[in-house]
């Protein structure tokens, strides 16, 4: 099994940063495709960021892209997303989310994740 455990939420201005980190135990976890979602009160839990096991493909929502950076750190159990440029509209709940079947590739869709951590707030303030 693996367990998935975010932080470094907190509240920021329009304009500021952020970085959030994802730390795993359990099974191998190094193999496993990484993402991002995020949920907004009263909205759907939405694709945010992914990358593959190696570090090779990662995939953006249009909504964050050149803004947010996500990556592993040299210990693989690590995963980061660097959000930077924020706006109102990132406030949300995010979710470290693990795919263990899409190894080459990485998925939008939330079903296709198999572990999940407990998320962590963001408010960006305008």
């Known amino acids: 099994q693996v367990q998935l455990v975010e932080s470094g939420g907190g509240s920021v201005q329009a304009g500021g940063s952020l970085r959030l980190s994802c730390a795993a135990t359990g099974r191998t976890f190094s193999s496993y495709t990484m993402g991002w979602f995020r949920q907004a009160p009263g909205k759907e839990r939405v694709f945010v960021a992914g990358?593959?096991?190696?570090?090779?493909?990662?995939s953006y929502a249009d909504s964050v892209k050149c803004r947010f950076n996500i990556s592993r750190g040299n210990v693989k159990n690590l995963v980061y997303l660097q959000m930077n440029s924020q706006k109102p509209e990132d406030t949300a709940v995010y979710y470290c989310?693990?795919?263990?079947?899409?190894?080459?590739?990485?998925?939008?869709?939330?079903?296709?994740?198999?572990?999940w951590g407990q998320g962590t707030q963001v408010t960006v303030s305008s």
């Open positions: 989310a693990a795919d263990r079947n899409h190894m080459g590739a990485v998925a939008t869709a939330s079903h296709e994740y198999d572990y």
């Open positions: 990358i593959t096991w190696t570090g090779g493909s990662t």
